[in-house]
Nanobody, 118 residues
């Protein structure tokens, strides 16, 4: 049984930083990602990582501001978000066993954590 539990969400001022964590249990996969969904909008892929070769993928609007990483020993996924903007406000979800930022390909999802930027 695969379980993903996000933490670290909350409120931040524009220009500030937040770090999200996603603890995985039950199995280890090579691909992990972060998605987000703002009110009234569709869920979109933010960042993805392939822990096999270390490759990363980012949504254009967050590249250079967000960094995805994975701690193999802790089996925990992270998203460091810097230079936050109000448009980054959304519920952020971690996911695993999928391909890049293709939402429909991911099999396992966390429950989501709210990030609000004002």
């Amino acid at each position: 049984h695969v379980q993903l539990v996000e933490s670290g969400g909350g409120s931040a001022l524009a220009g500030g930083s937040v770090r999200l964590s996603c603890a995985a249990s039950g199995y280890t996969f090579n691909t992990y990602s972060w998605f987000r969904q703002a009110p009234g909008q569709e869920r979109e892929g933010v960042a993805a990582i392939d822990t096999g070769d270390g490759s990363t993928y980012y949504l254009n609007s967050v590249e250079g501001r967000f960094t995805i990483s994975h701690d193999n020993a802790k089996n925990t996924l992270y998203l460091q978000m810097n230079s936050l903007k109000p448009e980054d406000t959304a519920i952020y979800y971690c996911a695993t066993w999928g391909v890049g930022l293709l939402e429909s390909s991911y099999a396992y999802w966390g429950q989501g954590t709210q990030v609000t930027v004002s």
